[in-house]
């Protein structure tokens, strides 16, 4: 949301956008908040440890209702597939405010893959008015729902005009644990893995296809920033711990983070906002999960699902470093997402919509070369 943020600050004579943040994640919304230059009007401040989704939604809910009653907003804009995004939108419906959906219109088909994104996303998409959809494809499926074609703006995902502002060529890493590594000589194998469906024994799994490849591979070399998650951390040390050349890190800064991904040979993740960013840098991904909400990138060839099976993933993973050709292929494919505009096209989208100040903008069109 933060390239949003930033473009509806250019139009003061027309918009005041008042940014409220609940702080879901304390550690991680901070330094972004911070790399942006971004300060909320209201901090929400719900994290509490060992949090569940009911906690989550209830204290959002609870708390979006007193912001709406202080601040009488004429619209409100939520992003994404958070729970977060879910209970602002249904506390938006309660006042009978216009929602704003960012990066609206990803589907998988199953309600429990990504759980709870895909409700969060279905659900919000039922009580917004406007809907901004990053791809053509995202369109077609809220087309499908039933949204009217003139509440839809195909804007391209801010998650890419987010990357543009971050990744720097000589990027010198602060972390001591990133500096020693010897990115020149090496390929490196950038791994995140946090989906609810994947804890326990799929994550053994993986982490133990990454094992053989360590071993067979002497110029690969892992680098794992750990989800905080307990459980996530227990299964990657048991296989993963003290192996040579694996670097088992702390979650990274976004800052730092697209950084090294835009230094990485392969990444395999489970996420959804990598498989997003990677085509943007050229970066071939191995998608850690049996669906995704973001087919645009399977369809050109970016990103391969490859589940969570050990073998398939050291056979996705070996590939990708015996064949230059198959790699080229993936790393020089289209970017569907964006290209760096997506904020713009959605302030010019809501100006249009409201004020009739603007016209409709034009939809996005992917582009054909990593930035």
């Known amino acids: 949301m933060a390239p949003v943020i930033k473009e509806l600050q250019k139009w003061p004579e027309l918009i005041e956008p008042l940014i409220t943040v609940t702080a879901q994640h304390r550690e991680m919304l901070d330094q972004v908040l911070v790399l942006f230059n971004i300060k909320p009007d209201y901090d929400l401040n719900i994290m509490q440890p060992n949090q569940t989704l009911h906690d989550i939604t209830s204290r959002v809910l ?9 601040a009488k907003p004429d619209m409100i804009l939520v992003h994404g597939d958070t729970t977060t ?35 969060n996303r279905k659900l919000t998409g039922a009580v917004a008015e406007l809907h901004f959809a990053p791809t053509a494809t995202s369109r077609d499926n809220l087309l499908a729902e039933g949204v009217s074609p003139q509440n839809i703006f195909i804007t391209g995902n801010t998650v890419i005009d987010a990357l543009m502002h971050t990744v720097r060529g000589n990027y010198a890493f602060q972390e001591s644990s990133l500096q020693s590594i010897d990115y020149a000589n090496s390929r490196i194998i950038l791994v995140t893995t946090h989906r609810r469906e994947n804890l326990g024994e799929p994550m053994r799994h993986i982490y133990l296809a990454l094992r053989q490849i360590v071993e067979e591979y002497r110029d690969v070399q892992v680098v794992f920033p750990m989800h905080k998650n307990p459980a996530v951390r227990q299964t990657v040390n048991d296989v993963l711990g003290g192996l040579e050349r694996v670097h ?5 800064e976004y800052q ?16 959804g906002g990598i498989q997003e960013e990677s085509p943007a840098l050229g970066k071939p991904v191995l998608v850690l999960r049996e669906t995704t909400e973001r087919p645009e990138a399977v369809t050109a060839g970016t990103v391969k699902l490859v589940g969570t099976s050990q073998s398939a993933v050291y056979t996705g993973t070996k590939m990708l470093l015996d064949n230059p050709e198959l790699y080229l292929k993936m790393a ?3 970017n569907p997402y964006g290209d760096g505009q997506a ?29």
């Open 62 to 70: 609870l708390g979006i209702r007193d912001v709406i009653a202080a």
């Open 85 to 119: 995004t879910f209970a602002a939108a249904l506390a938006g419906f309660y006042a009978q405010i216009p929602v704003g959906h960012v990066e609206a219109g990803l589907r998988t088909g199953d309600k429990y893959s990504p759980f709870p994104e895909e409700m």
């Open 248 to 252: 088992l890190i702390e979650p990274l």
């Open 256 to 271: 730092p983070f697209v950084n090294l991904m835009a230094k990485s040979f392969i990444i395999l993740t489970d996420s």
């Open 332 to 334: 020089n494919a289209v």
């Open 343 to 371: 904020a713009a096209r959605t302030v010019q989208a809501i100006l249009s919509h409201f004020q009739g100040i603007t016209k409709r903008p034009d939809d996005f069109k992917p582009v054909f070369k990593p930035v």
